[in-house]
């Protein structure tokens, strides 16, 4: 899996869109800059453990793929974190069924 970097422009990006927390795993790098700014912007930056990488979990993987190309088409505009989490995740199993 290709690694995913974060700059601090990134972070200031993702605040913007209502972002506010990043899951950290093997294949997420931030700069110093990045992690000093997502800190200051109140973001949480949550360790995942090596055998919960998303990778690992197809659903889990899907379900992140889904919500970035919704905040994509967005284009910025806000949106509830947590609702979205929670319409895509309820879409998805409604899938598996």
Same mark, same amino acid.
């Given at each position: 899996?290709?690694?995913?970097?974060?700059? @601090?422009?990134? #972070? @200031?990006?993702?605040?913007?869109?209502?972002?506010?927390?990043?899951?950290?795993?093997? +294949?997420?790098?931030?700069?110093?800059?990045? %992690? @000093? %700014?997502?800190?200051?912007?109140?973001?949480?930056?949550?360790? #995942?453990?090596?055998?919960?990488?998303?990778?690992?979990?197809?659903?889990?993987?899907?379900?992140? %793929?889904?919500?970035?190309? =919704?905040?994509?088409?967005?284009?910025? %505009?806000?949106?509830?974190?947590?609702?979205? +989490?929670?319409? =895509?995740?309820?879409? =998805?199993? @409604?899938?598996?069924?």
């Amino acid at each position: 899996m290709a690694k995913t970097f974060y700059t @601090e422009r990134d #972070i @200031e990006d993702l605040h913007a869109r209502g972002i506010t927390s990043i899951d950290i795993h093997d +294949d997420v790098v931030l700069t110093d800059l990045a %992690r @000093e %700014r997502a800190l200051k912007l109140g973001m949480r930056l949550e360790r #995942i453990k090596p055998n919960a990488h998303p990778a690992d979990a197809p659903n889990e993987a899907l379900i992140h %793929r889904i919500k970035a190309a =919704v905040l994509a088409q967005l284009g910025g %505009r806000w949106i509830d974190p947590n609702v979205l +989490d929670a319409v =895509v995740r309820r879409v =998805v199993a @409604e899938m598996e069924r």
